[in-house]
């Protein structure tokens, strides 16, 4: 792990507790001067040097009010200031005062303070070790000797002190990250073991759509026994279940990266329209019986767009309407969603006509673990949907009148209000953003964007743009000039990220005498450059605008057979890769594990390899290293491998690819993005 990394780690590790160590530093440096000035007088103080320690610790305080800025040096800040007002401080205090008991007990304490907030062995051993050579330097150019008041055997208890301290934190350290590694761990197993049905079901799906004809044929030697209104019902009930399948995957991955980072992850969040996902909320709920959701009346004034994420306020609707319907049997239940505007917030109301809930108990329903008593409940539903509301910079209230009604109010904040602009702008410092253009003054104008976010900007010429770095750099938008581009490259990106979740922009100014002629699947892309105050708000609303994928149909014609492996020990998912490969006119070779893949491989060539990366008796990733680096595979030493696997975040894309991984497929595929993926390496 880099230094970059440790502080990193340090920080998060931290952050919660920085209000109360900010308030307790900026407080206690200049209160302790008139301690140790006139209630306990000691030889030496300094009154400006505390000034300084108590400012660098004030932003831990109010990190809440700091500006946008700060949060792009905040870990910087945090490192500086504990390794100067700590070790650096206490140090040059403890030898200016020639050693006394105070100063010398002092230190003692910053050494066990400074081992608490930063918990790195090896941080707190570098940044210690710079702190009090530092301090030594000042009191030599202060003093001259240093050494009045010293005596060996201090320095005896200082490193006992640290070698225990950091013993004991690295011990408590291990412990907690034991407990995350279970946690990532154990959250890893339950999506791969729901991903493999998931799979094997979207494989199925796809299948069947692929056989399935579009219309009935009129050749009378075919006989159907199905309509072909039959047919049209089939295909979309298909496509019904991989939408249901697609958000599944998801929640997923939601879930994961909001378990590994600890809270509820902003990464997922776009502009939606509120009554689009209460809307879809209710239809796909699980209702016990039809007549269920006539019990639910949903009426909205005004539909406002909010800035979260749609899979989770619908479960947050999923867990209201979970806990309203115990009560269905009541005489005269009905439950009513209200949506209304009010100031600079949208309000949603969830009011239901059951039991209800005494008043001593609602203060408590919010929290981790309490359950009424309900069959089956746990305790965490609640919980969990106040915490996604608070997310998205919202709040959820509950007010209820016994044998009455229970009434639930989410407030979410518009669009346009500042805590909204303030969350947008910490997202984009995680974006990476590729400007397509010859255009000085726009790429400059972009430049000067990219340091106000702080988001990753890549430039390049469009003459020589090779498309296959779309995939590899993982791009959130692409900026692309059109007066820059051919009408063929344009066609060609945008296809080739049509199916993807990449944002684009086209920009066009007014006075182009070259008119690159845009259909109207371009158009909400278009953007008139005038000004880039004006790119600014396109580029954040395109860049959290939820896009829709275009299904565009992808024909892959094959002048000579190409031979593709696929290895995958789930035998839906290599039927179903198998079947739509060969439709496209590709030769397939199937294998069940990593050694089999490699018995063929001793006396057949491909052209291609689909590897899943986790199979028993080998796996994916072995079985590529032995490709990699086994002389006897050495005529597929440089066949593209395509790795399958339910799981990539970075870390795991970089291993991989260190081991030799062409490329990756998140799985399953749908149909476009496999024979897409395909087709480019194999036309490379």
Known sequence: MSIKQRITSAYRYIEPNLFF?????????????????????????????????????????IKSYMPSLFSRYKEKHFVFSICFCLPFFFCYMMIRNEW???????????????????????????????????????????MSNIGIGFHYSYLVVFSFSYLTGICFNYRNRIEIESKQLFSRSFSSGIAHEMRNPL???????????????????????QHRLISNAEIHKLRDIIQDNISIINNGHST??????????????????????????????????????????????????????????????????????????????????????????????????????????????????????????KKNNTGL?????????????????????????????????????????????????????????????????????????????????????????????????????????????????????ATTTIQVIFIRHKDDVKKLILSKTHQPYLFEYNHVDELQKKLTTQIFT???????????ICSTKAKIMIVDDNISLRLYSGILLKNAGYDVIEADNGRTALTYLQESTVDLILMDSQ????????????????????????????????????????????IGVTDFLLKPSSKTILLDTVHKWLND
């Not at 991955?253 to 980072?261: A, Y």
């Open 546 to 556: 939820k896009k829709t994928s275009h299904n565009i149909s992808l024909k892959t």
């Open 199 to 221: 799979g094997a079901l979207y494989a199925s799906q796809e299948v069947l759509l692929e056989l399935l004809p579009e219309t009935l044929t009129d050749d009378p030697q």
């Open 252 to 373: 997923i991955n939601l879930l994961l990266s909001s378990i590994d980072s600890q809270k509820i992850s902003p990464h997922s969040f776009h502009y939606l329209s509120i009554h689009d996902v209460v809307n879809n909320a209710l239809n796909v709920y699980g209702y016990q019986q039809k007549s269920d959701r006539a019990l639910v009346f949903f009426q909205i004034n005004t539909d406002n767009l909010f800035f979260g994420n749609d899979i989770l306020l619908r479960y947050v609707f999923f867990n209201l309407l979970k806990n309203s319907f115990y009560y269905k049997d009541k005489p005269n239940f009905k439950i009513i969603i209200s949506v209304y505007s009010k100031k600079n917030e949208t309000i949603i109301s969830i009011k239901d006509y059951g039991k209800g809930i005494p008043s001593s108990l609602i203060k408590n329903i919010f929290t981790e673990y309490y359950t009424s008593g």
């Open 381 to 497: 539903g609640l919980s969990f949907c106040k915490k996604v509301i608070n997310a998205f910079a919202g709040s959820i209230e509950c007010y209820s009148t016994e044998n009455i009604s229970t009434t639930f109010i989410i407030r979410l904040p518009m669009i346009t209000s500042p805590i909204i602009d303030k969350i947008q702008y910490d997202l984009m410092s995680t974006k990476k953003i590729l400007f397509l253009g010859n255009q000085p003054q726009q790429l400059i104008d972009i430049n000067h964007l990219a340091f106000f976010y702080n988001f990753k900007l890549h430039s390049k010429k469009t003459l020589n743009y090779d498309i296959i770095n779309i995939d590899n750099n993982n791009y959130d938008c692409i900026i692309i000039d059109l007066t820059s581009i051919e009408s063929n490259l344009l066609t060609k990106l945008y296809n080739h990220i």
């Open 615 to 658: 199979m028993p008796i080998m796996s994916g990733i072995d079985a590529t290293k032995e490709i990699r680096t086994n002389r006897q595979y050495s005529s597929h030493k440089d066949v593209p491998i395509i790795c399958y696997s339910g799981s990539l975040d970075e870390e795991h894309r970089e291993h991989l690819m260190h």
């Open 100 to 142: 006394t008991v105070e100063w010398i007990m002092s230190f003692m304490a910053a050494i066990f303070l400074s081992i608490i907030i930063i918990y790195d062995w090896l941080l707190i051993l570098i940044f210690t070790t710079i702190a009090a050579f530092s301090a030594a330097v000042l009191g030599y150019m202060s």
């Open 21 to 61: 160590i900010g308030l307790f530093g900026s407080i206690g440096f200049p209160a302790y001067y008139f301690i140790w000035t006139y209630l306990f007088p000691q030889p030496y103080e300094n009154l400006p040097l505390r000034l300084v320690c108590a400012f660098l610790f004030l932003p831990f305080a």
